[in-house]
Nanobody, 122 residues
Framework: QVQLVESGGRLVQAGDSLKLSCAAS????????MGWFRQVPGKEREFVAG???????SYADSVKGRFTISRDSAKNMVFLQMNSLKPEDTAVYYC????????????????WGQGTAVTVSS
């Protein structure tokens, strides 16, 4: 059974940094595509960042240069380092996984975590 558990979300101020974690079980983060998505109430879930099994990363334009996705294969975890946070980064952040390549479409992902809330105050 695949489980993804996110953690690290909290209330921060604009300009702060925050690191989100995603602990995986029942799947291997280094063998699959891992993605971070986010969602605000009333809007669709949007792609934030992804890392492929061969370590190729991709980012949404809105976070490029500020966010970094990484993984620790030994711990079977994926991380999202978020720097220079803005109020518009406020959302629930989700970790997801799928076989194959990273895509930016949420419906192509097979498994999801429960999400962790990030609030950025101005």
């Amino acid at each position: 059974q695949v489980q993804l558990v996110e953690s690290g979300g909290r209330l921060v101020q604009a300009g702060d940094s925050l690191k989100l974690s995603c602990a995986a079980s029942g799947t291997t983060v280094s063998s699959n595509a891992m993605g971070w998505f986010r969602q605000v109430p009333g809007k669709e879930r949007e792609f934030v960042a992804g890392i492929s099994r061969n370590s190729i990363t991709s980012y949404a334009d809105s976070v490029k240069g500020r966010f970094t996705i990484s993984r620790d294969s030994a711990k079977n975890m994926v991380f999202l380092q978020m720097n220079s946070l803005k109020p518009e980064d406020t959302a629930v952040y989700y970790c997801a996984t799928r076989r194959g390549v990273v895509t930016r479409t949420e419906t192509t992902y097979d498994y999801w975590g429960q999400g962790t809330a990030v609030t950025v105050s101005s």
